[in-house]
């Protein structure tokens, strides 16, 4: 696609109702309120390296005027009467104030947006002033200024302001000035170099991004999140593909010109979600990302679309974060959610892409459907890598593998580009403990970068077969040097165990399994939840969940129930329905912290809770049951579960109960026949624990 100016089309707006809607104010109010408007409008400040005439032009009026508004204000305060009798005065003066506030935001609107977005749509932009100044200009013909009581310099000053409204340019004469034509002809020269695959002249490269006040590194990054938004404001897919290509010749610029972000060792939260801490709950189980139209499966679980669509096409059967098997593979739109994460990508100022929940397909971000942005991420990625391999310190190394980090972030064909630039062999060398120790930062942003690149699934395989990646991996995750760097190689084994296959091969691994446990029992929230969803998904194999078993896991969620217990019940109930008998046996001392949650957990956890008795009392036996028993009201917490719990809680109460009236029914029936018989299951059944069942 061949990229020319005219390709790019004017935004949509966002000006306040104020601008369309009269004021509903008093003749006092009103010339306050001009006044006001118009100090606003003369206070901004417009760029200094695009359309700057055009912007001077405008606020030199709109001055003129506030001098008018505040000599109308002192003459309503001296003599009220003689303004109000002027009703046509007013309903000009109520239309004056609707057209600065269109002034304001236009100006407001192009110099908070992005540079380059500006300079691709000069021409449009110049068109709008040129409209509003001709607007300007018909307000001031038909203002009666005789009976506003002006003096002769104001009358005056009127009569300026409406030639310079006039005084429209001459046909012949361009609407942008030459130097920001021959600009934007420049970028757009650039962006087909860079489409036919030319790299582009790094000299003319720069001279264009100084030109566009592009200075440094933290200058292009706010570029970038500008032009994220501007996807979101485009009602044409034409052009948000265009922007995304200018995305992508900004990235390209800043690392090539740059050098690169600096790395933030605190990750101070951004305007973009990918540096964003995006809460927990709106991140999709699979990817990680920030969720755009989460959808609810069979078993209540909620992913987004594109992810767990992908996961059911690839041949799998069960949620994975449950690892229980769908019963259906509906999905259900979860709108109450999708509106808790577009609020919260509001207030965040985080583009949320607005299309209807229900019809998936790729992200606005996606570069697929521009060839100059897929050209352009290549040759970021392959740049990043050449400098990575020729790096010399940990310092610069540190550099070029944050930018890494954000760039695989950022969507499919960056990771691909990255994994396909040779990213992963290098990445390996920066996961020892001897980089950690040194450069603690280095390592996080390398197994995060290497978490990043396998959420895409081609890139899982080329982890796993990568020599040392997985022992890099595994050894962050059991001795590096932060926590975050520890939850991020638990992240990244769960995503590389989304793969079948890999569950049994990572779940084999001694290493895997106590690093994951450990960390689950000894690191932070964020961590353990981190290190939970890996343990959840390597137990959905048989042989794993014994090995799991040995190493301690039931004892682990025994003791996270109190404060992570959905997470800790799915991993109970994972492990149990894998790991036979041998499991339910072991898990006795969670029977009576199940109950627990069966009267106070969430709904999802009691759901759980329940499930897991049910299962260990069948595999356990008569022992598991008897233990049940005496706990005190167990009949009054399954009935209530079965009154109010979701549809799957109500079944398995119902067969918990059923397991508890049998077992109490071959009490009573062993007590008619061995009266002087005394075990262990008769004394569990005493008069102060015996369960009355309903007839």
Request: overall charge neutral.
């Amino acid at each position: 696609m061949a990229m020319n100016p005219q390709a790019f089309l004017p935004r949509r707006r966002r000006p306040s109702a104020a601008s369309f809607i009269s004021p509903k104010f008093s003749r006092m109010e009103l010339l306050q309120s001009l006044v006001l408007l118009s100090q606003d409008i003369t206070n901004l400040q417009p760029f200094k390296y695009l359309l700057r005439p055009t912007f001077l032009s405008m606020i030199r009026k709109v001055k003129l005027l506030e001098s008018l508004f505040e000599e109308l204000l002192r003459n309503s305060r001296d003599n009220s009467r003689r303004f109000s009798a002027s009703s046509s005065a007013v309903l000009c003066l109520e239309e004056m104030y609707i057209l600065l506030q269109r002034i304001k935001t236009l100006i407001e609107d192009c110099t908070n947006g992005s540079k380059i977005w500006l300079l691709m749509q000069a021409e449009a932009t110049s068109n709008a002033f040129s409209e509003i100044t001709s607007e300007l200009s018909t307000l001031l013909d038909v203002l009666p200024v005789a009976e506003l009581g002006l003096g002769d310099d104001m009358e005056e000053l009127v009569g300026l302001v409406r030639r310079q409204c006039s005084a429209h340019p001459k046909a012949a004469e361009p609407l942008v000035a030459p130097s920001d034509e021959s600009l934007r002809r420049d970028v757009a020269l650039i962006l087909k170099k860079i489409e036919d695959e030319v790299v582009p002249n790094q000299p003319k490269l720069k001279e264009v991004f100084e030109r566009l006040g592009l200075l440094d590194s933290s200058s292009c990054r706010d570029e970038m999140e500008s032009l994220e938004e501007e996807v979101q404001n485009q009602a044409n897919e034409r052009s948000k593909s265009e922007v995304v290509a200018l995305i992508g010749l900004v990235r390209y610029a800043k690392c090539v010109l740059y050098g690169g972000s600096t790395p933030r060792t605190d990750f101070q939260q951004r305007r973009s979600a990918s540096g964003l801490a995006v809460p927990s709950d709106f991140r999709c189980p699979i990817t990680l990302d920030l969720m755009r139209d989460p959808v609810v499966v069979a078993t209540g679980q909620t992913y987004d679309r594109d992810s767990i669509s992908l996961w059911i096409q690839s041949g799998h059967s069960s949620c994975p974060k449950t690892g229980q098997t769908l019963e259906h593979s509906n999905l259900i739109p979860n709108r109450a959610l999708r509106n808790l994460i577009a609020l919260w990508c509001c207030e965040q100022r985080i583009p949320f892409e607005e299309r209807p929940p229900g019809e998936g397909g790729s992200r606005s971000h996606s570069t697929a459907a521009n060839k100059a942005a897929l050209e352009a991420t290549k040759m970021t990625a392959s740049y990043l890598i050449n400098k990575l391999a020729g790096s010399s310190s940990m310092e610069a190394a540190n550099t070029i593998i944050y930018e890494l980090r954000v760039l695989a972030k950022t969507d499919s064909d960056s990771r691909t580009c990255i994994a396909d630039a040779g990213a992963i062999p290098l990445l390996v060398g920066y996961l020892g403990a001897d980089v950690g120790s040194a450069n603690p930062s280095l390592q996080v942003n390398a197994v995060t970068t290497m978490l990043n690149l396998s959420i895409l699934e081609e890139n899982k395989t080329k982890i796993m077969e990568a020599d040392g990646a997985i022992d890099g991996i595994v050894g962050v995750l059991q001795s590096g040097a932060t926590w975050e760097a520890k939850g991020n190689a638990a992240a990244a084994i769960f995503s590389l165990s989304g793969v079948r296959s890999y569950v049994r091969r990572l779940g084999r691994r001694a290493d895997v399994v106590k690093g994951l446990i450990g960390l689950a029992m000894e690191g932070p929230n964020s961590s353990k939840k981190d290190a939970l969803a890996a343990i959840l998904n390597l137990a959905t194999d048989r042989d794993t969940a014994g090995k799991l078993v040995e190493a301690g896991v039931l004892e682990m969620a025994s003791e996270l129930m109190g404060g992570l217990q959905d997470e800790a019940v799915a991993v109970l109930e994972a492990v149990v329905r894998r790991g036979g008998a041998v499991a339910a046996v072991a898990s006795y001392a969670t029977i009576h912290k199940l109950t627990v949650l069966l009267r106070e957990g969430s709904e999802r956890s009691r759901e759980r809770a329940v499930s897991t008795l049910v299962m260990i009392c069948r595999k356990a036996g008569p022992e598991a049951v008897a233990e049940l028993a005496t706990v005190q009201g167990i009949e009054r917490i399954i009935w209530e579960l079965r009154g109010t719990g979701t549809l799957r809680a109500k079944r398995k109460a119902a067969s918990l109960l059923k397991i508890i009236r049998r077992w109490v029914a071959g009490q009573d029936s062993a007590a008619v026949s061995e009266p002087y018989m005394t075990t262990n299951m008769t004394t569990a059944v005493s008069s102060s624990t015996r369960i009355m069942l309903p007839s």
